[in-house]
């Protein structure tokens, strides 16, 4: 094996090991938010003619899961290994900034993606499955986890404690994710917070994803790909110049 794919092996061996608390936890959250917000608000809210609010929710709740994982398992190995002080081990390795990024995001893409695919197995107990398209599903699903596990990786580069880290993650992420459109529409919202959601690109990673459920969103799916596509080259780019230069793990 070549020194990312060992790297990769360690970091998904990593929350592997805990699944029950890294992968069972998540898919559990998602389906209690499922069963309280499809039972109250199915006979009150509907967001497109032909489609349920418990349809409407579940692509929301799946995706959210995917975001909300892969952030963590990136950000979280990184702190862990910065505090705990075994990150000196990897630096004492001819690993390349690249393989770096590629193990970190790699396994974080692949956490977000186990939880995803999870709460989506779940949730055919509620609604019979459907997929207008389904490249799309794949394409939101695999964009988002990356650009995700990169955010996470830059978080757990920048915090020197939990702490920090807590705070990027409920001052940023969760705000983020909770206002994409998981669980309403944008139309639904008066003229001013829909113009403050197309500034949000969590919700073009949601509202693209959702077209491939339905192939109905409340925006272009072409835009939703060109944003998230973008923001992932960006925030990529970051990544890779902080571990290339050893921004805060090197001394």
Do not use: C
Request: hydrophobic share 55%; aromatic share 16%.
């Amino acid at each position: 094996m070549t020194g990312w794919k060992t790297l990769l092996y360690k970091e998904v061996l990593r929350f592997w090991k805990v699944s029950f608390q890294t992968i069972a936890a998540p898919v559990l959250t998602a389906i209690l938010y499922l069963l309280i917000f499809g039972h109250v608000l199915e006979d009150h809210v509907k967001v497109y003619d032909r489609i349920s609010y418990t349809a409407f929710l579940i692509p929301g709740l799946v995706m959210m899961s995917v975001l909300q994982n892969a952030f963590a398992n990136s950000s979280s190995s990184m702190i862990q290994s910065k505090i705990m002080g075994n990150l000196v081990f990897l630096l004492l390795t001819p690993l390349s900034h690249w393989a770096w990024f590629f193990a970190y995001v790699g396994s974080s893409l692949m956490r977000g993606l186990l939880v995803g695919g999870g709460v989506y197995l779940a949730t055919v107990f509620f609604v019979e499955p459907h997929f207008a398209a389904p490249l799309w599903v794949l394409v939101f699903a695999l964009m988002g986890a990356a650009l995700l596990g990169t955010l996470g990786l830059i978080a757990g580069l920048w915090a020197e404690k939990f702490d920090q880290l807590a705070a990027f993650q409920n001052f940023i992420i969760m705000p983020m994710t909770f206002l994409s459109g998981v669980f309403y529409s944008i139309h639904s919202l008066p003229t001013f917070w829909q113009q403050i959601s197309h500034l949000n690109p969590f919700f073009y990673m949601i509202d693209g994803f959702r077209y491939g459920f339905f192939g109905v969103s409340d925006t272009s799916p072409w835009l939703s790909l060109f944003i998230v596509g973008s923001a992932l080259l960006a925030v990529a780019g970051l990544a890779v110049h902080l571990l290339r230069i050893g921004y805060k793990i090197r001394g």
